[in-house]
Every structure is written in C-alpha cells, then in structure tokens.
C-alpha cells in the first residue's frame, strides 16, 4: 500500500509539473511583454475571376514587441502587439501575353512598336511596417491571433502587367504601364503552437490587396489574394 501511495504521488507530482509546463507555454508570452523573432514563408494565389491565376511566394522575417500586459477574461483575454514583416525574396507569376505600345501618329494614322512579351515572373521586396496583433492567450499550448496591417511592395518590372492586344488605345501605348510600387493593405488570423516555452510553429492566413494608388499610369492591381504562411518563432 506505501508503495502504491509513493507512486501514486510521484504521478500527481509529474502531472502538476507537466500541466505547470503547459501553462508556462503561453503563459510566459501572456505574462510579460516580450520580443518576438520569427521566419516564415509566405505563399498563395489571387481569387477574383481575372487574377485567379495570379501565383505569390516569398521568404522573410517577423519582427514583433508585445506592448501590453494580459488583458480581458475569458476566450478573448490577450495582449496587444506591433510588429513588422520584411520579404526580401518575393515573387509573383503572372500569364504572359503579347502587347504592342501604340500611339496615334496623324488623324488618320496609328503607330504601333513591335509585339513584345509582358506578363510573367515578377521578383521584388515587400516591407509590412505596420501590423497591429491581438494575441489570445487563454491557451495553454495554443495562442491565436488576429491583425490588421498595411506594406509596400517594389518589384524589378511594373507591376501587374496592363494591356491587352497590339492595337488598343485606351490599354496600350506610353500612358499604359502599372507602377513598381504597389501599396499592400491586408488583414489575416493565425496562431503560435508552443513546441517549447517561448518557442513556437507559426500558422497563419492574411487576405492581401495589392494596389498602386494610381502611381502609374493604370492601376490593374490585385483586388483580393489569398496567402498562406508557416513560421517559426522565438520569444525573448
């Protein structure tokens, strides 16, 4: 009977210990304002009819500060962080198609230059300075998110191509081109799983709208992209 009784305590002790461990997971992040470090890869498509064959990959960084203690009760008590995002590799792919620039030359003439190919791979850098978080922390391995956040995007060609065919006025011509800076207004949810205390694998969905603001001379854009990501993160 002792010896049942000494183990039976060992096992309470190990299961306080693991629950204890569990609760820490989360708890660390919820308990302080700590920095977060984190990679990830970033990958999706664009969703509306005439860029759902729009295709994104990008690699880069996460760079975040909780800036406030736990807040709230219950499933909505969290803490509040700002963070920054940086893709030094990132790539679209676009179709390709065939385009001439063309330009009135008389009253009764027009000019055209030689068809030539646009469209295609798209390579660039995106920075997202802002990203405004709200992370669950009620969780004990699991802490969800939601944000709000706004970037800019350059790309080494103007982007997305515009034009269609090689004898059309209002989208050819010298005052047809995109812009190599687009605006990236986005929103999205994801969540940390804790491997660890302050370690975690990183999830997450960000619904992306790419526009130039009309800094070319047309603004195609993406109306709505869908991206996945997957991350790792460090806590300090």
């Known amino acids: 009977m002792k010896r049942f009784v000494a183990v039976l305590g060992l096992v309470l002790a190990a299961a306080g210990v693991n ?21 990830l890869v970033q990958g999706g498509k664009g ?20 800036l406030t203690q736990e807040m709230g009760h219950s499933m909505l008590r969290g803490n509040f962080e700002y963070a920054v995002e940086v893709f030094p590799f990132w790539q679209s792919y676009t179709p390709t198609f065939q385009r001439a620039n063309c ?6 003439t027009i000019t055209c230059s030689n068809l030539f190919t646009t469209g295609g791979t798209y390579t660039g850098a995106s920075v997202t300075p802002i990203i405004l978080r709200w992370n669950f922390t009620s969780g004990r391995k699991i ?8 970037g800019v995007l350059w790309t080494n060609h103007k982007y997305p191509a515009f034009g269609q065919g090689p004898l059309n006025l209002v989208n050819d011509g010298p005052g047809s081109d995109a812009s190599v800076f687009n605006f990236t207004p986005q929103g999205g949810v994801g969540f940390h799983y804790f491997v660890k205390p302050k370690r975690s694998v990183d999830f997450a969905a960000n619904a992306v709208h790419i526009s130039s603001a009309s800094l070319g001379d047309k ?5 709505a992209s869908v991206q996945f990501n997957v991350g790792y993160t460090w806590w300090k």
């Not at 969703?47 to 909780?66: C, E, Q």
């Not at 330009?103 to 009764?108: D, E, N």
């Open 143 to 150: 802490m969800p998110w939601v944000q709000a956040a706004g």
């Open 219 to 223: 603004n195609p854009g993406v109306n």
């Open 19 to 39: 629950a204890q461990v569990q609760k820490s997971d989360v708890g660390a992040v919820a308990n302080s304002t700590p920095w977060e470090f984190g990679a």
């Open 47 to 66: 969703v509306t009819d005439n860029r759902d064959d729009f295709k994104f990959l990008m690699v880069g960084g996460h760079l975040g500060k909780v």
């Open 103 to 108: 330009a009135p030359g008389t009253s009764i």
